[in-house]
């Protein structure tokens, strides 16, 4: 299982662009990269996934260089409500062992 | 169901207690995963079943804990003799055999008085 490296906590702005990097140096060819929200008292909530290239939703954007050894989810335009903790998870397909990073505390401020 | 259910929502129980968490995974999905975390912190690999197999059950934090699952649907985690440190939310989630997708519940919030 690809080990996990994001920063611990980001603060940013509201109306800002923001960019959290997770760092994945043994990913392995058939893993995907999946990131989740966390709000407190909830449970995570799946954002967006990618193999590779330029994954782009409704709420995000994930960016995944050629190496695919790091991906960078990128969150346009946040506002207050963007606040909470995003994982970044590396896996293969369903049934297996998952283990999740820290984490990334995003706070967003006026 | 629409999503992974998970009960009872909250629990406090006293200390030396035994207590029974469910979880109903999304129809289907062969693949599930408990967690647990604590206030403040990450999410804690406990054990994963595919099916009603668990291949790896080295998550379990002790003998106190025990976890399964029938009918390749839903499953129970158990805890024996409750610490006051088992206090945490316990969170599920389901995939699909082939899904890339995890799928977690709301959690089941313990407190151990």
């Known amino acids: 299982l690809a080990k996990t490296t994001q920063p611990i906590s980001m603060d940013s702005y509201e109306g800002q662009e923001v960019n959290i990097t997770c760092s994945h140096n043994n990913i392995a060819t058939n893993d995907y990269i999946t990131w989740y929200q966390q709000f407190p008292s909830q449970g995570p909530r799946f954002i967006i996934q990618?193999?590779?290239t330029k994954v782009t939703n409704e709420v995000a954007s994930l960016f995944i260089p050629a190496d695919r050894k790091s991906s960078t989810l990128s969150l346009p335009r946040v506002s207050l409500s963007d606040t909470a903790v995003y994982y970044c998870l590396v896996h293969t397909g369903g049934g297996n062992k998952l283990t999740f990073g820290t984490g990334t505390q995003l706070k967003v401020e006026l | 169901g629409a999503g992974v259910s998970q009960s009872p929502s909250n629990k406090v129980t006293e200390k030396g207690k035994d207590v029974e968490l469910r979880c109903d995974p999304i129809?289907?999905?062969?693949?599930l995963y408990w967690y647990r975390q604590s206030l403040g912190q990450g999410l804690e690999f406990l054990i994963y079943?595919?099916?009603?197999?668990?291949?790896?059950k080295s998550g379990l934090p002790s003998d106190r804990f025990s976890a399964e699952r029938t009918g390749g649907s839903v499953s129970t985690l158990t805890i024996q003799r409750t610490q006051q440190e088992d206090s945490a939310v316990y969170l599920c989630?389901?995939?699909?055999?082939?899904?890339?997708?995890?799928?977690f519940g709301e959690g089941s919030w313990l407190t151990v008085v």
């Open positions: 079943f595919q099916g009603n197999s668990a291949p790896d």
């Open positions: 989630a389901s995939s699909s055999s082939q899904g890339n997708t995890i799928y």
């Open positions: 990618g193999y590779k």
């Open positions: 129809s289907g999905h062969t693949a």
